[in-house]
């Protein structure tokens, strides 16, 4: 069993930063750990992931160059440092993992474990 739990969310402005934290109990070793994103009435968005073996990361388009993930081993922890943030990545944000290779990454269906959410509101 892996319990994620999200944090770091908040009510920020237009080209301001926020740092989300998925901190992982239980068993913590994952193949990917990834954060994704959804608005009420659409469909979960990939977002970005990390993958354990070598810490290679791959980024939505939509954030790419702005967003960061990284991990913290000793925490337990990975991290999603957003930066420039627009009104349009305003959504429930949830992190998410999985101990398997089977499937592709940015798939919300291939993940075993979820967090529970962080809301983040970005004001124009």
């Known amino acids: 069993q892996v319990q994620l739990v999200e944090s770091g969310g908040g009510l920020v402005q237009a080209g301001d930063s926020l740092r989300l934290s998925c901190a992982a109990s239980g068993r913590t070793f994952t193949t990917y750990t990834t954060w994704f994103r959804q608005v009420p009435g659409k469909e979960r968005e990939f977002v970005a992931t990390?993958?354990?073996?070598?810490?290679?990361?791959y980024y939505a388009d939509s954030v790419k160059g702005r967003f960061t993930i990284s991990r913290d081993d000793a925490k337990n922890t990975v991290y999603l440092q957003m930066n420039t943030l627009k009104p349009d990545d305003t959504a429930v944000y949830y992190c998410?993992?999985?101990?398997?290779?089977?499937?592709?990454?940015?798939?919300?269906?291939?993940?075993?474990?979820w967090g529970q959410g962080t809301q983040v509101t970005v004001s124009s």
């Open positions: 998410a993992a999985r101990v398997d290779y089977r499937g592709s990454y940015y798939l919300a269906t291939a993940y075993n474990y």
């Open positions: 990390i993958k354990r073996s070598g810490g290679s990361t």
